[in-house]
Nanobody
């Protein structure tokens, strides 16, 4: 069974930085695209950034120039470096991966979420 586990959330002041990590575990044949999404209270989940297995990235306009998505394919690990954080970045951040597991066709998997709070 495939699991995605996030870490790195927390409380940070405006202008500060955080780095999120997400590691996929299980009997994995291939990890294709991965991404970060977020959901603020009372709002729908929204895309933050995605990255293909070849390293092609895509960002929401609201985070361009401040956030950087990256991955280590050998470790099945995804990262999100968040700089110049703003109060409006406060949300639960979720990791997503499109993964081909040994006993299951390619499917979307989600982490449990990690809280990021930007406040003075």
């Amino acid at each position: 069974q495939v699991q995605l586990v996030e870490s790195g959330g927390g409380l940070v002041q405006p202008g500060g930085s955080l780095r999120l990590s997400c590691t996929a575990s299980g009997i994995i044949i291939r990890v294709n695209s991965m991404g970060w999404y977020r959901q603020a209270p009372g709002k729908q989940r929204e895309l933050v950034a995605t990255i293909t297995s070849g390293g092609v990235t895509n960002y929401a306009d609201s985070v361009k120039g401040r956030f950087t998505i990256s991955r280590e394919n050998a470790k099945n690990t995804l990262y999100l470096q968040m700089n110049s954080l703003k109060p409006e970045d406060t949300a639960v951040y979720y990791c997503n991966g499109r993964i081909r597991a040994l006993t299951r066709p390619e499917s979307d998997y989600w982490g449990q979420g990690t809280q990021v709070t930007v406040s003075s």
